[in-house]
């Protein structure tokens, strides 16, 4: 009986990353006809089927050509479309760090072009 809860939990969880996932790459799409950037990878629970816990896990997203400028609007906006917390990064400020591999690594790349 338990297990059959966890269970039931866990396809609960990863139905709501997968929509959760469709809805920031929507909203990647809208924040990329106003601010510029080349590429994002969402990373971290969301990016790894299992780790997503729904109304916990947060969105990770690294973005690569957002200018210093423009970080914080991207992020309220992101914060403000999907109604959950974002925390996001700049590659350039990661260059060479362990993060920055890891989440080219394992991070979903997300680009204008799909």
Do not use: C, H, N
């Given at each position: 009986?338990?297990?059959?809860?966890?269970?039931?939990?866990?396809?609960?969880?990863?139905?709501?990353?997968?929509?959760l996932?469709?809805?920031?790459?929507?909203?990647?799409?809208?924040?990329?006809?106003?601010?510029?950037?080349?590429?994002?990878?969402?990373?971290g629970?969301?990016?790894?089927?299992?780790?997503?816990?729904?109304?916990?896990?947060?969105?990770?997203?690294?973005?690569?050509?957002?200018?210093?400028?423009?970080?914080?609007?991207?992020?309220?906006?992101?914060?403000?479309?999907?109604?959950?917390?974002?925390?996001?990064?700049?590659?350039?400020?990661?260059?060479?760090?362990?993060?920055?591999?890891?989440?080219?690594?394992?991070?979903?790349?997300?680009?204008?072009?799909?």
């Amino acid at each position: 009986m338990v297990a059959e809860a966890v269970k039931r939990r866990r396809e609960k969880d990863e139905r709501a990353r997968q929509e959760l996932l469709e809805r920031v790459k929507e909203a990647l799409a809208a924040l990329s006809r106003r601010v510029p950037f080349s590429r994002t990878y969402i990373f971290g629970s969301l990016a790894r089927p299992g780790s997503f816990v729904e109304g916990v896990s947060d969105v990770d997203v690294a973005f690569e050509g957002l200018a210093e400028e423009d970080f914080f609007s991207a992020l309220a906006f992101l914060s403000s479309r999907l109604g959950v917390d974002v925390d996001a990064v700049r590659l350039e400020d990661l260059a060479g760090s362990y993060l920055a591999a890891t989440v080219k690594k394992e991070g979903i790349l997300w680009t204008r072009e799909g």
